[in-house]
């Protein structure tokens, strides 16, 4: 079975310095990797995804991560954070049965800017 | 745009009491996902279902039931409600390309006295 680790509950930047949130998964072969944004009292939205190719993938909103197989490793990344960045981001794992993508969630990274 | 609502944004209800979930769909999507999310522990699927009438349990299936008698339309049951099932449900169906995205709805947040 797969899982996902998101080392930091919380993480605390000041605007406009760069951002990497770590993620790091189990999986038994190639995975397919989200990452997804949920602002308070919404749902998730997706940031950008990993299914196969080019290992730095781009997203929405400036967001950026890269697979790195070796590490088991889904990092993502922003050059710049802006104050509406301030919200809870999540890593998931997806893993395909009968049900098409089954995702595997992390606990979640909650991201602080401080002015 | 896809668009998944959830029946209400906030629930209170007391132990004991048979509750009910409803998530609509509107692109006629074949699969359906309610989840759990509790600080700390992410979401955590409660059961799926891949088409009408059709459903599996997922990881945390106990204290919950589900019906999908609509294509579009998949509910949650808590058939009676406990302190421990307050918490943060999400709804959400898999499209995209290649079916491999899936669409959360906004969520709703059922607190049990």
């Known amino acids: 079975a797969q899982s996902v680790t998101q080392p930091d509950i919380h993480i605390t930047v000041s605007e406009g310095a760069s951002l990497e949130l770590r993620c790091n998964y189990s999986y038994g072969a190639t995975p397919y990797l989200f990452w997804y944004v949920q602002s308070p009292g919404q749902g998730l939205q997706l940031l950008l995804k990993?299914?196969?190719?080019?290992?730095l993938v781009q997203g929405i909103k400036g967001f950026e991560a890269e697979f790195k197989r070796s590490q088991s490793s889904f990092n993502l990344r922003k050059p710049s954070v802006h104050w509406s960045d301030a919200v809870e981001y999540f890593c998931?794992?997806?893993?395909?049965?009968?049900?098409?993508?089954?995702?595997?969630f992390g606990g979640g990274t909650r991201l602080m800017v401080k002015p | 745009d896809v668009k998944v609502t959830q029946s209400s944004r906030y629930l209170v209800k007391r132990t004991g009491e048979k509750v009910f979930l409803e998530c609509v769909q509107d692109m006629d999507h074949e699969n359906m996902f309610w989840y759990r999310q509790d600080p700390g522990l992410g979401l955590r699927l409660i059961y799926f279902?891949?088409?009408?009438?059709?459903?599996e349990k997922g990881d945390i299936p106990e204290g919950y039931s589900v019906s999908r008698e609509k294509k579009e339309r998949f509910s949650l049951i808590l058939e009676s409600a406990s302190t421990n099932q307050t918490s943060m449900y999400l709804c959400a169906t898999l499209g995209g390309l290649a079916a491999n995205e899936q669409f959360f709805g906004p969520g709703t947040r059922l607190t049990v006295l």
């Open positions: 998931a794992v997806g893993a395909l049965n009968n049900a098409g993508n089954m995702l595997t």
């Open positions: 279902s891949y088409d009408v009438k059709m459903k």
């Open positions: 990993y299914f196969s190719g080019d290992t």
